[in-house]
């Protein structure tokens, strides 16, 4: 998780120490009428949008670590939408619906666990507080964070910055 202020400040972090996006990916975020949603059977957009999970499956070298998106066109409308947005440059190989739909019926499943499990955070958050929510669901510690940080940069670069801080 790598965020880039305004002000030039950069938060950056690995996603599995990062709170909100292991929330995120743990499906907590969700409002609970996205944990019955329908659409993943019966598409009534012009086009859907997804993570492209598969792609190796065509051709492993499309990964350039940015992520690929999926987009589906569920309608004509959504082929002239995307065949005119492919024109302003955006690069696209065509994918057998085979291989679009790998995991999507899998999906009913981990929403109704997840649907549990985010009960569980806002009742904590709630109830207690946000960070003692994070710390007890997707336990992520402080203390972690801090291993982690000395690990990368190692102690040398601990007690450099620490000079820098300090002004030594």
């Known amino acids: 998780m790598c965020i880039k202020f305004e002000s030039g400040h950069i938060y950056s972090q690995r996603n599995r120490y990062d709170m909100f996006f292991r929330g995120y990916v743990d499906c907590f975020y969700h409002n609970t009428s996205c944990y019955y949603c329908t659409h993943n059977k019966n598409r009534s957009s012009d086009v859907t949008l997804a993570d492209f999970w598969h792609y190796e499956l065509l051709d492993k070298a499309l990964n350039d670590e940015k992520g690929l998106a999926l987009v589906t066109c569920n309608s004509v409308r959504g082929v002239d939408f995307i065949n005119n947005a492919l024109t302003g440059g955006f690069r696209s190989i065509e994918v057998p619906l085979n291989v679009a739909m790998i995991g999507s019926d899998e999906g009913e499943q981990v929403r109704l666990n997840a649907l549990g499990n985010r009960e569980k955070f806002t009742c904590v958050a709630r109830d207690e507080s946000i960070l003692k929510a994070f710390k007890q ?26 000079r820098r801080k300090i002004g030594v």
């Open 137 to 162: 669901m997707i336990g992520v510690s402080r203390a972690g964070m801090i291993a982690h940080k000395l690990r990368r940069i190692g102690y040398h670069g601990l007690f450099a910055r620490i």
